[in-house]
């Protein structure tokens, strides 16, 4: 990797010129490394993207000294990094609550006797959405403690992996998305008043691993509920299809796959039907 050097006194990256030529090699890498392709409309918010990164690193030159270095593969954490900062984050806690609405009911009514309980929160980013899973489990299941019980949390960014991992999140946010009881029940404070912390009893039944959807799947058991949500958006048909096949090889009979509410499985083949609000089984 070229040096990092402050006196190189460059133009900010901003200003530099990135071709659809460059666009295109930038989004081949990106590819090969997530399955997802970037379009050339949205050039702009990637550029932008790259030119953080570019300054967090002090360097390298330029957009093609960049882009070298990450095809030759000679700097394994800055790819990542690429990785991660093109990779769209958004998530906050309890997230369409239709979808919690029926976890409650699965938990309630769905569940039967059974002692052994999966789930996965798939592209699980910052990780509200695994916390708010593992929450709504302490609500309604007063013996989650005596079951074996766990949720598997996983997203492509190591970044977002870390900082799920954490389980802190800033106070305003959590007030905003989470009523007072809930706050009580599962956050504590923290050394800084504008975080709070999650409750080990939550995240004790969690656990984060990085994952690339694409890649093959080693699950030794198979999962009841797989949040797969505004995810598929990214992928085309042929991707979308082999996702869902492999997704539907790791449900459990009549597993449950929840999705974003705006996408659509249409121009896919897959074994699932719909029962409600993007919620499929098999």
């Not at 460059?10 to 989004?27: G, Y």
């Not at 882009?67 to 690429?82: A, V």
Request: charged content about 30%; hydrophobic content about 40%; some cysteine.
């Amino acid at each position: 990797m070229t040096a990092m050097n402050d006196s190189w006194n460059l133009p900010a990256p901003e200003t530099l010129e990135v071709s659809d030529r460059l666009f295109h090699e930038f989004s081949d890498i990106f590819f090969k490394r997530s399955g997802i392709r970037l379009p050339l409309e949205r050039k702009y918010l990637i550029v932008h993207r790259l030119s953080k990164l570019m300054s967090a690193q002090g360097g390298p030159v330029d957009f093609k000294d960049l882009c070298r270095i990450l095809k030759d593969g000679s700097n394994p954490r800055l790819i990542q990094q690429f990785v991660d900062s093109l990779t769209t984050n958004y998530s906050y806690f309890f997230r369409d609550p239709v979808h919690f609405r029926f976890l409650k009911y699965f938990f309630l009514h769905r569940m039967g006797d059974r002692k052994r309980v999966r789930i996965w929160s798939a592209a699980c980013s910052s990780g509200e959405e695994p916390y708010s899973i593992a929450m709504t489990a302490r609500e309604v299941l007063p013996d989650l403690d005596l079951l074996d019980f766990k949720i598997l949390a996983t997203d492509i960014s190591r970044a977002m992996i870390e900082r799920a991992v954490t389980g802190i999140y800033r106070r305003d946010i959590i007030e905003r998305d989470i009523g007072r009881e809930r706050i009580r029940l599962f956050f504590h404070e923290t050394a800084n008043p504008d975080f709070l912390e999650v409750r080990p009893e939550v995240t004790n039944i969690i656990d984060f691993r990085e994952f690339n959807l694409l890649d093959a799947y080693p699950f030794k058991g198979l999962f009841d509920i797989v949040f797969l949500r505004n995810v598929l958006i990214y992928f085309d048909a042929e991707k979308k299809t082999r996702m869902l096949e492999k997704i539907a090889d790791v449900l459990s009979p009549e597993g449950y796959l929840l999705l974003g509410l705006t996408e659509s499985l249409v121009g896919t083949t897959h074994r699932f039907k719909q029962i409600d609000h993007n919620i499929y089984r098999l």
